[in-house]
């Protein structure tokens, strides 16, 4: 009790969809704070935005000092957290400007994160911001996964949903749904074949070292 809540933005809205949205729709009462701010930010911010066709263009400068004085504003009323997904999609600026303001978040009340795949097309470089690398579950944390949504699952496509997935969770949850009999029916065939293959391989390559040994 008495605690303030936070407020939490996520979101992944282009300027020009912003631009695009009818007053009435937007955000305002994060907006309506940029007018706290000094004017050359504030002015660079709206061109930022797009809601001020007469200040686009405005330095990369002033439009990071700006976001990170909303973001410092949006503080003073209660803690703020920041959550940006697919960090790796983003266009330069943008990431630019998320670097330059979690360098600087240090007294303020926020919290900013950015999450990203390091094995996607595009890389979110950031290296001198803490983190923290997820990788997918162990085996048996991910069948267990895949018991609790899918319910049962025959052995065989378990350990090839784990094997495809890399223990992905999100993917453990997501994948069983799109598959039908049939399709989960030739993931157990390929899943055998594929061990077979394997344990032919390793049987040649033990017979083929004993002959060389013999020899």
């Known amino acids: 009790a ?26 305002t009462w994060v907006l309506d704070r940029v007018d706290r701010l000094p004017l050359p930010q504030a002015a660079a911010l709206r061109g930022a ?4 066709d007469t200040v686009s263009g405005s330095g ?16 003073r009323e209660r803690p703020v957290l920041c959550l940006i997904r ?14 330059f303001m979690a360098r600087r ?8 994160l950015l ?3 390091d094995d996607d097309v595009r890389q979110f470089h950031a290296d001198d911001l803490p983190e923290v690398h997820l990788g997918g ?30 223990g992905n969770p999100l993917a453990l949850l997501e994948l069983p749904a799109t ?16 061990r077979h293959e394997q344990h032919r391989s390793q049987q040649l390559s033990r017979g083929w070292f004993s002959s060389q040994e013999g020899v």
Not at 60 to 75: K, N, P
Not at 90 to 96: G, I, K, T
Not at 144 to 158: C, F, H, N, T
């Open 2 to 27: 008495g605690m303030p809540s936070a407020l939490v933005l996520t979101g992944e809205t282009s300027p020009e969809m912003l631009a695009a949205t009818p007053p009435g729709e937007r955000p």
């Open 49 to 52: 935005f797009g809601l001020d």
């Open 60 to 75: 990369q400068f002033l439009v990071e000092l700006g976001a990170l004085g909303l973001l410092a504003e949006l503080a």
């Open 86 to 99: 697919d960090a790796q999609w983003l266009d330069q600026a943008s990431a630019d400007a998320l670097v």
């Open 105 to 112: 978040l240090e007294h303020d009340r926020i919290v900013l």
């Open 115 to 117: 999450a990203a795949r």
């Open 137 to 166: 579950l162990d085996a048996a944390s991910a069948g267990e996964l895949l018991e609790a949504s899918a319910g049962k699952v025959a052995p065989q496509v378990r350990d090839r949903l784990i094997e495809e997935t890399g």
């Open 179 to 194: 598959l039908t009999g049939e399709q989960l029916a030739l993931l157990v065939i390929a899943y055998a074949g594929e």
